[in-house]
């Protein structure tokens, strides 16, 4: 099992920079960040070497989605915007060379669905065509509409659906915390699709929190995922109770198969 940090939730306590050395230190082996735009690739991947660490994921900017808003990648008319958001992801994963980058679907309302689903799949197509030739795995990841409302592609389902009928070479990126919050039977989707999957993510239920803060039992899950024939990372996003370093306990249980 080898778990990367989120660095975008994790070790907020300290600059971006930083935050690796930390991540180093308490034994993860890689880390992603979901928009790492901020700060200069070049910055980012010199915090990688000086670490040892791996990028494992990034995100397609994401426009006005985090604020509120729709997105890019679903919207139309917006087209022009995800396809400058997406040559920003490729000047980064040239630097930064994670093993796949996520693409966010946005909000649609209801009577706009087919539409933002035919977009998505449009804009989908355009990140595979530019990041496969990286030696990229494009993924697409169902959201919680408690945190997101609106959000296009909301179930396991939906999903699961966009990737199989996709001419485009997109894997799932399941999200323990999305899922258990949209009341998903996690523990037998992980069992029957896991080997499908591109990349996992966890925090435990309600609260977002670290695993043994909520009501997941994350020894389950995480085996059903791994008996299932996954081979990706788990990567952990959520926001600590406390400070980052103090509330890692959960780690003891995969330490060595972290590393």
Request: net charge negative; with cysteine.
């Amino acid at each position: 099992m080898k778990l990367t940090a989120n660095l975008s939730l994790l070790y907020t306590e300290l600059p971006m920079l930083e935050r690796f050395a930390a991540a180093a230190t308490d034994g993860f082996a890689a880390v992603e960040i979901q928009f790492p735009y901020d700060t200069p690739a070049d910055e980012l991947r010199r915090a990688l070497d000086d670490t040892g660490l791996e990028c494992v994921l990034i995100n397609i900017p994401a426009g006005d989605l985090m604020s509120g808003g729709k997105g890019l990648a679903c919207v139309a008319g917006r087209e022009t915007d995800f396809e400058a958001a997406l040559a920003e992801c490729v000047e980064y994963v040239r630097v930064l060379r994670p093993h796949c980058v996520n693409v966010l679907a946005g909000r649609a309302e209801d009577e706009e669905r087919s539409s933002a689903l035919k977009v998505l799949s449009s804009n989908v197509q355009k990140a595979v065509t530019q990041l496969a030739p990286l030696g990229v795995q494009v993924t697409l990841e169902a959201i919680n509409t408690f945190d997101m409302p609106g959000f296009l592609i909301s179930t396991f389902d939906d999903m699961r659906r966009f990737t199989e009928s996709s001419a485009a070479d997109i894997r799932m990126q399941f999200d323990i915390y999305h899922m258990a919050r949209m009341g998903e039977p996690v523990e037998s989707l992980l069992t029957n699709y896991g080997a499908q999957l591109g990349h996992i993510q966890f925090a435990d239920v309600p609260g977002r929190h670290e695993p043994g803060s909520g009501e997941l039992n994350f020894e389950r899950l995480f085996a059903a995922a791994e008996q299932s024939g996954y081979q990706g990372w788990y990567g952990a996003e959520y926001r600590p109770e406390g400070a980052t370093s103090a509330g890692l306990g959960w780690m003891t249980k995969y330490q060595n198969r972290s590393n």
